[in-house]
């Protein structure tokens, strides 16, 4: 099974313009992202995806592989599914370009639920052990058969305790927290990329529920700890507090 580690990178943000050029560690944050790919042992090929001159020349520079794409793309799962045609990959790994503390052995756990046969798509939970976070529209929830497989993703309370309070403690495996990363074969990455949103995607706002939407499978693997994404410049203060000389992260 080649597995294929594509990271889409674009230069506008919101809340924090030019994110994957910021380089008060030593090294643009994008190439942080990079290097933890690339300790994964599952991939073949590690690629950034980008519409943008700046992170072009700035991945060549680090020594990375980049690949220009369209700018007109909606999501990032559409620019790894340019990507995506052009490779001869079986299997598909999408690493978001703002997570520089992704553990290269999550990446290796996500290829390795592709291994089962009838699996279209795999990502990653990690356990709630907290009311806040259970409550929370900003935290997105994942509830699993007996397989380990995806019933339905919500920014809703779910599964819905009718009677009583949660227990997170007693209960770890039923109430999980979704990690937004995500392995696909390749074939159905393209297939998922061309569709027109589901309206369980529209209503929920989560590209996951295309796949469901339509009949799909997704393998869900628990971790025991959530990476964390830079999204502000408070997040990217921490992450830099984190690094130690030269950029290396030191260790929790």
């Not at 506008?12 to 933890?36: D, F, M």
């Not at 356990?127 to 900003?138: G, M, Q």
């Not at 502000?232 to 000389?245: K, L, M, N, Q, S």
Request: glycine share 8%.
């Amino acid at each position: 099974m080649r597995v294929a580690i594509v990271i889409p990178a674009r230069f506008a943000s919101s809340r924090l313009p030019g994110k994957p050029l910021l380089r008060e560690t030593g090294k643009y944050l994008i190439q942080h992202v990079w290097e933890q790919a690339r300790k994964a042992t599952c991939a073949a090929d590690v690629i950034v995806a980008t519409d943008d001159d700046r992170i072009f020349a700035a991945v060549r520079e680090f020594g990375g592989r980049p690949v220009i794409t369209r700018a007109d793309h909606v999501s990032g799962t559409d620019r790894v599914a340019e990507v995506a045609a052009h490779l001869s990959a079986d299997v598909i790994v999408n690493v978001q370009g703002d997570e520089p503390q992704l553990d290269p052995a999550d990446i290796d756990l996500l290829a390795s639920l592709m291994r089962t046969p009838g699996t279209d798509m795999a990502t990653l939970a990690v356990p709630i052990t907290s009311a806040e976070n259970y409550l929370s529209p900003n935290v997105v929830k994942v509830v699993c058969d007996d397989r380990g497989r995806a019933l339905y993703f919500s920014r809703s309370p779910i599964p819905m305790v009718r009677d009583g309070a949660p227990d997170f403690a007693a209960r770890p495996s039923r109430f999980l927290q979704h990690l937004g990363v995500y392995a696909y074969r390749r074939e159905f990455l393209l297939k998922v990329a061309g569709a027109p949103p589901h309206p369980l995607e529209e209503s929920e706002k989560l590209e996951q529920l295309r796949v469901l939407g339509t009949g799909g499978t997704i393998a869900v693997g628990t971790v025991a700890r959530a990476h964390r994404g830079i999204d502000t410049p408070a997040d990217y203060a921490d992450f830099v507090r984190a690094c130690g000389a030269g950029g290396t992260r030191r260790a929790a």
